[in-house]
């Protein structure tokens, strides 16, 4: 079976999409992507790509193919929307010469923001002749709303139009978490939609291996491991530490950057507390090691509806890192760590319920935190194992596709070319 994946991001950009592709391969498909010139986060097209050539490329076995794109810069939001736009005029129009004289079953949406993605893998239907899936990733237009880029009652409805456009020509919709339903399913008319969740990261499928790139102290030491952002609501978690600032055995430990480290540091020295770490980023592969080491780990977000409706992608990490969750979140990531008897869940932005549910878990016994931890890994392997997923949506591709899972052998390598 041949599976084009379409996304405006891929490898060396790191998004999850990277490994799916290499899951779906092992599962018996013959995998395909078409994408851009990589140049996010930063803004800058990676060294030894150039933004305005098309090219091919291999990726372990993987045929990518890239279109010109403006790179998005590193501020402003005219340079987003070029960006965006001009992989959406590219993959349109570039892609399908790219791809002249092959043949694919199912174009595969990565339907992240924007999700005007959709519109070439529609170019390419009506080229190819193939089914086209689209992963839900992000709503639209909520998630406009939500980070304040649009605002105005009628646009948003004119971004809504389009996006129900898009959804009912689309041949199936995958959504990332059961809370998307309630949104998608009105807007999708006759089209299926059916939960399909981010698998878990193949790094935290390894055990640790060699002395951990960060030595925890000794304690009860809350883990929290990702982007320092807006989003994570982490004055909460400062908040908290501040309520936990006489039980020095609880330290809350902050690993990653973002936009808002700078200012938590200075949050934390400004009150005085002793409790909250922030050593920095590590590489992926070293966050095995970190985990295996907290005592708990946490994952939080912002009071907002929308975040409600989402599992963030660390949920995942944690499960299979085999170690009790503290959720301070709404909605669906807090379902999940509770539905997998894997840890405590508590209100998002509610300093006072996070310190409680700290102050719980550090005092719980051993073997309790050792059975949350159990059934924490028990979940992740029913639920987001990358294989065990890939595995699934290659049947149903090939089931919405009228194909055998395994009808083609698996690509030669191809020769490089950066374009």
């Known amino acids: 079976m041949n599976v084009l994946i379409l996304s405006q991001h891929f490898w060396p950009e790191t998004f999850r999409i990277n490994e799916i592709a290499h899951s779906l391969r092992a599962a018996g498909c013959r995998v395909s992507v078409l994408t851009g010139q990589p140049n996010y986060p930063d803004g800058d097209v990676f060294p030894g790509y150039r933004a305005w050539r098309a090219g091919v490329e291999d990726y372990d076995g993987v045929p990518v ?22 992989f959406l005029l590219s993959a349109s129009v570039a892609g399908p010469w790219l791809l002249r004289g092959r043949r694919f079953d199912v174009v595969f949406v990565y339907g992240t923001s924007p999700i005007l993605q959709v519109l070439p893998a529609l170019v390419l239907r009506a080229f190819k002749g193939c089914a086209v899936v689209t992963w839900v990733q992000d709503l639209w237009p909520q998630s406009l709303q939500v980070t304040g880029y649009v605002r105005h ?23 990332q978490s059961r809370g998307f339903l309630s949104s998608v399913q009105p807007m999708a008319g006759g089209t299926p939609v059916e939960v399909h969740p981010n698998p878990g990261e193949v790094a935290f499928e390894r055990a640790p291996d060699g002395a951990p790139a960060l030595a925890l102290e000794p304690g009860f030491n809350v883990v929290f ?60 592969d070293a966050m095995p090691g970190i985990l295996a080491q907290a005592s708990a780990l946490l994952v939080s ?13 660390k949920v995942q990490a944690y499960l299979a890192a085999g170690r009790p969750v503290i959720a301070s979140l709404d909605g669906e990531g807090a379902r999940v760590v509770e539905e ?62 009228g194909v055998p899972p395994s009808a083609a052998p698996l690509p030669e390598r191809i020769g490089s070319d950066h374009g």
């Open 65 to 86: 193919y890239r279109v010109p794109l403006a790179p998005r810069g590193r501020s402003g939001a005219l340079r987003l929307a070029g960006n965006y736009l001009s």
């Open 340 to 401: 997998a008897g894997a840890g405590i869940a508590c209100p998002a932005e509610d300093a006072q319920a996070l310190a409680d549910a700290v102050r719980r878990l550090a005092g719980a016994p051993p073997a309790e935190l050792a059975a949350m931890g159990g059934r924490a890994r028990a979940y992740y392997q029913t639920h987001f194992e990358p294989a065990m997923l890939a595995e699934r949506l290659a049947r149903r591709f090939a089931q919405l596709a």
């Open 301 to 313: 977000l912002k009071r907002d509806d929308i975040l409600a409706q989402t599992v963030p992608s």
């Open 225 to 284: 491991a990702g982007n320092l952002g807006t989003v994570q609501a982490l004055d909460t978690v400062v908040a908290a530490a501040a309520l936990l600032r006489d039980e020095p055995h609880v330290r809350f430990v902050l690993v990653g950057s973002g936009s808002r480290g700078e200012a938590l540091a200075a949050q934390a020295q400004r009150l005085g507390l002793a409790n909250v770490a922030f050593p920095g980023r590590f590489p992926v």
């Open 153 to 175: 009652p009628r646009v948003l409805a004119m971004v809504a139009g389009v996006v129900r456009w898009l959804y009912r020509r689309s041949d199936l919709l995958l959504v």
